[in-house]
């Protein structure tokens, strides 16, 4: 069974630091990961994925993610974080061999501070 | 608006009501997944459906809860004789079906039971 793990619950950065989500996964061959944010009382907005190819995956607002193999992870990070990036933050994974349906962890809380 | 519409945004039951949550997915997405999040939870699988079928409904409680995706209309997620560990947001996301395409997530009706 898949399954991925978002080991911190709340994640505050100061605005402009470089910001790190982090998320591990478990699959069965390989990995299909996501990352999705959350607004408050808003659905969620798909950010990135991996599926092949580049180990660092480039998405939307300035994100990406390091897709790490070895270490069955998936962080996500920015360079230079905003104010406007707090959020909550998901990760999920599907499998290359099942529907398309998505796991998802926790979820991450990500506060930047003025 | 061409994203996935859920309706209504709120809806608030008594228990041993009846509760029906509509999604409309975006055009051209015969796809649909159905999500329900607890507070302060990540979201939970709970079925995934195309038209006039269930593809896997793995995560879905086996009694009181049940889901359709008729070949007209929207994709209804029903909950008979709710209870108040009902109350959750539940998500609804479409997509066209190729292999991990992202999903399109709705914003989510929000069930209280009361």
């Known amino acids: 069974a898949q399954s991925v793990a978002q080991p911190e619950d709340q994640v505050n950065v100061a605005e402009g630091n470089p910001l790190t989500v982090k998320c591990t996964y478990s699959?069965?061959?390989?990995?299909?990961l996501f990352w999705y944010v959350q607004y408050p009382n808003r659905g969620l907005q798909f950010l990135l994925k991996?599926?092949?190819?580049?180990?660092l995956v480039k998405g939307s607002y300035g994100f990406e993610a390091e897709f790490n193999k070895s270490q069955t992870s998936f962080h996500l990070k920015k360079p230079s974080a905003l104010v406007s990036d707090s959020a909550l933050y998901f990760c999920?994974?599907?499998?290359?061999?099942?529907?398309?349906?998505?796991?998802f962890g926790t979820g991450t809380r990500l506060t930047v501070i003025p | 608006n061409a994203g996935v519409m859920q309706n209504p945004r709120h809806l608030v039951r008594r228990r041993g009501q009846e509760a029906r949550l509509r999604c409309s997915p975006m055009k051209g997405h015969s796809h649909v997944y159905w999500y329900r999040q607890l507070p302060e939870e990540g979201l939970k699988f709970m079925v995934y459906l195309q038209k006039e079928n269930i593809i896997d409904e793995s995560g879905m409680p086996k009694e009181r809860f049940s889901a359709e995706f008729p070949k007209e209309g929207p994709s209804i997620l029903r909950i008979q004789q709710v209870v108040r560990g009902d109350s959750a947001a539940y998500f609804c996301?479409?997509?066209?079906?190729?292999?991990?395409?992202?999903?399109?997530f709705g914003n989510g009706t929000r069930l209280t039971v009361t």
């Open positions: 999920a994974v599907s499998s290359p061999t099942g529907a398309n349906n998505l796991f």
């Open positions: 996301a479409s997509s066209p079906g190729q292999a991990n395409s992202p999903l399109h």
């Open positions: 991996y599926i092949t190819g580049d180990n």
């Open positions: 699959v069965s061959g390989n990995p299909y």
